[in-house]
């Protein structure tokens, strides 16, 4: 072993030795690598003379938590000193109070950075439904469960959900959060690798979906509308869409562009195509047609023989 190696395992044990002989109290908040987890309690190293335990019931304010499931050794977790002895040598531990002091800073962490995080619905209440967020109870309002109201709230009980924290208050203990914005996000991402996918010139079917003074939405399918403007409905000028078109009706049209992410529609140049096509079978067909009337006659039969 060299001399620096040695050195460094000496100041390695000099500082775990100091640590083994520092002063405990209750009310200090220790952070302790978990050592062994059953259904019961949870062990953890302290880097000290004695270990941490942590009962059941001091781990978590949320009831759907199960701790051999969401606790594993080598994990690392922050709890109070509820009591030096449990009479067993024990440091004894409690996650819970830990969670009242520090969870209310990483709650305004995550409204403050706007981040996503995943909850499980624990339970359906009266317009809404609770999730825990490190150990904080949590409400989401019907209005914010998803894109829509949700009236069956009880439906989404057990279920996980992506949320967003849109309401911290620590003085009334409230938490609030939303899975609207986030699921609105998702599907704009959605719809624009759809329209990311759509070719300008090519040839779309849909419903008419809603008329409007200015123009015609059409519905494509797949969660995609279009919009035809008046004055591209048709070639000759109409006053409103309803002169030409009426809700619910099949129509195809042409593709012109998705600049903005907003999907233009032409039927007129769709009408106007079909007009040249026409024009130009006419006149390929003009071009093998004689310009000598045609007849079948006995006499035309006869004409030019020698008898």
């Known amino acids: 072993m060299s001399e620096n190696e040695a050195k460094e395992t000496m100041q390695d044990f000099e500082a775990e030795l100091e640590a083994s002989f520092r002063k405990i109290n209750e009310g200090d908040i220790l952070t302790g690598t978990v050592i062994s987890v059953d259904e019961d309690a949870i062990t953890l190293d302290l880097k000290y003379y004695a ?22 050794p080598g994990d690392v ?14 440091i004894l531990l409690s996650m819970k109070e830990a969670n009242e002091v520090l969870a209310w800073d990483k709650l305004k962490e995550l409204l403050e950075n706007e981040t996503i995080v995943t909850v499980k619905v624990s339970e359906a209440v009266k317009a809404g439904v609770v999730a825990y967020l490190y150990g904080i109870r949590g409400f989401i309002p019907a ?5 829509a109201y949700v009236e069956d709230t009880e439906s989404y009980v057990g279920k996980e959900l992506e949320v967003r924290v849109i ?6 203990d409230r938490l609030v959060l939303s ?8 599907e704009a991402e959605e719809r624009n690798h759809k329209i990311a996918m759509l070719v300008p010139g ?13 123009g015609a939405f059409i519905n494509l399918g797949d969660g995609l509308t279009g919009l035809v403007h008046i004055s591209q409905i048709c070639e000759r000028r109409i006053n ?42 006419k006149e390929d067909l003009s071009a093998y047609t004689s310009d000598e009337s045609a007849s079948t006659s006995l006499g035309a039969l006869l004409k030019g023989l020698k008898l």
């Open 51 to 72: 270990p941490g335990i942590i009962k059941a019931d001091e781990v978590s304010n949320d009831p759907s938590f199960v701790i051999d499931e969401h606790i594993h």
């Open 77 to 90: 977790l922050e709890a109070t000193v509820i009591r030096r002895d449990d009479g067993e040598g024990n």
């Open 143 to 147: 209005s914010q469960i998803t894109t």
């Open 167 to 172: 309401t911290v208050d620590e003085e009334d």
């Open 179 to 186: 899975g609207k914005s986030v699921a609105l996000e998702k």
């Open 202 to 214: 090519s040839i779309v079917e849909g419903t008419v979906e809603s008329l409007m003074p200015y």
């Open 240 to 281: 409103k869409p309803s002169e030409v078109l009426k809700e619910g009706q099949h129509v195809k049209a042409k593709l012109l562009n998705t600049n903005d992410g907003k999907i233009s529609l032409s039927m007129r140049a769709l009408e106007e195509e079909m007009v040249d096509t026409s024009v130009e079978e």
